[in-house]
């Protein structure tokens, strides 16, 4: 008599996880880790790559120009901005440090005009009296100060940093790309490689379309400011021009400086000043800017100023610097991972049901 065997048990069920968007659940899973608790880091992070984007598109161009690899023309490419930059600073660099320099004599005194000009007012006084000077030489003063002097030294060190995320980014796109799409599970690298491509690509309009917006702002905002007879006019165009990169914020800020040079000469003065800076705004918002975001890349201005707003609030002023990209990146990959990916094919399965 044979002993009877056993019935063999079933293996238990598998849990059947679709590693795709697994994958890129973790890998925006860690994103917004990385945005929680090193925001400076990642934001320092994109800065570089938003300028080895522009430093690589440049590369690419001068590289079929003269029928030379990628990464020869993005060295052309910068040796030829180093060379600009350095005959440009030995042309150009005299008037614009005079400039500078008389633009920080002249602006105390202007800030003083306008205070006398606020003391004549007894609701301007009464809002000076707020702000007393003796807590600005209190011992808790000179932490502040030496915050300042330290914060100066990380800022140059993040601009270092950044510059070579830039360069490497630049020289060697190809290993980075590999390195990311090997996070992505096999069944979805193809369409993460479009997806990436396509981000890539609004990045690269962006940058196009904001350095036109910010050389014509700084041009047309010097060559008015010269025509109405106002001193720096130079300076201040560069300063116009630099700060159009922050929109909407930017030129506000850029418009400080001049108005307060213009206060010592009288309110007409002040008025055309107003009146420069408001009409290359006006342009800049309604003319320029359409114009290129037809041509490149387009935002909704209410989304650009939440996410401004947000921004500036979490991450302070390189949050606010880099929120229009982000914002444009953002809106790309909703568009491709989210409506074309998921919300398109239920309207697909619902024709096909």
């Known amino acids: 008599m044979t002993e009877r065997s056993e019935p063999r048990q079933a293996p238990a069920p598998s849990i059947n996880w679709r590693r795709g968007p697994v994958s890129i659940g973790v890998l925006f899973g860690v994103l917004a880790l990385l945005l929680v608790f090193l925001p400076t880091t990642l934001l320092i992070v994109f800065a570089g790559l938003l300028l080895a984007i522009l430093f690589r598109s440049c590369g690419v161009r001068i590289g079929r120009l003269l029928s030379i690899a990628p990464g020869w023309g993005v060295a052309l490419f910068l040796l030829g901005l180093v060379l600009l930059l350095a005959g440009g ?48 030489w209190s011992f808790e003063a000179g932490g502040v100060a030496t ?21 490497y980014g630049a020289a060697d796109p190809r290993t980075y790309r590999q390195g990311f799409l090997k996070l992505i599970a096999p069944s979805g690298r193809a369409d993460a490689k479009i997806v990436l491509a396509r981000s890539v690509d609004t990045l690269q309009n962006w940058l196009v379309a904001q350095s036109i ?86 935002l909704p201005p ?39 990916r998921y919300l398109e094919r239920d309207t697909l399965a619902a024709d096909e049901g």
């Open 147 to 167: 915050q300042a002097v330290g914060s100066v030294f990380g800022t140059l060190g993040n601009i270092v940093l950044l510059l070579f995320i830039a360069l």
């Open 213 to 298: 917006a910010m050389a014509v702002v700084g041009v047309l905002t010097g060559l008015g400011l010269w025509l109405i007879g106002i001193p720096l006019a130079l300076v201040l165009g560069l300063i116009a021009g630099l700060l159009a990169f922050i929109p909407n914020v930017g030129p506000v800020l850029a418009a400080a400086p001049g108005l307060l040079l213009a206060v010592p000469q009288g309110m007409n003065t002040v008025l055309m000043v107003l009146g420069v800076y408001v009409t290359v705004q006006a342009l800049e918002s309604y003319v320029i800017t359409p114009i290129l975001q037809k041509q490149k890349v387009s």
């Open 89 to 136: 600073g030995v042309a150009i660099a005299p008037a614009v440090l005079h400039q500078f320099d008389e633009l920080w004599r002249e602006v105390p005194a202007a800030v003083d005009s306008v205070m006398a000009w606020i003391k004549e007012y007894e609701s301007g006084r009464r809002a000076l009296e707020q702000l007393s000077p003796s807590d600005l």
């Open 302 to 340: 209410v989304l650009v100023i939440a996410l401004q707003l947000a921004f500036a609030t979490l991450f302070g002023l390189l949050g606010l610097a880099l929120a229009t990209p982000i914002a444009a990146l953002s809106l790309q990959l909703t568009r491709d991972l989210y409506v074309t």
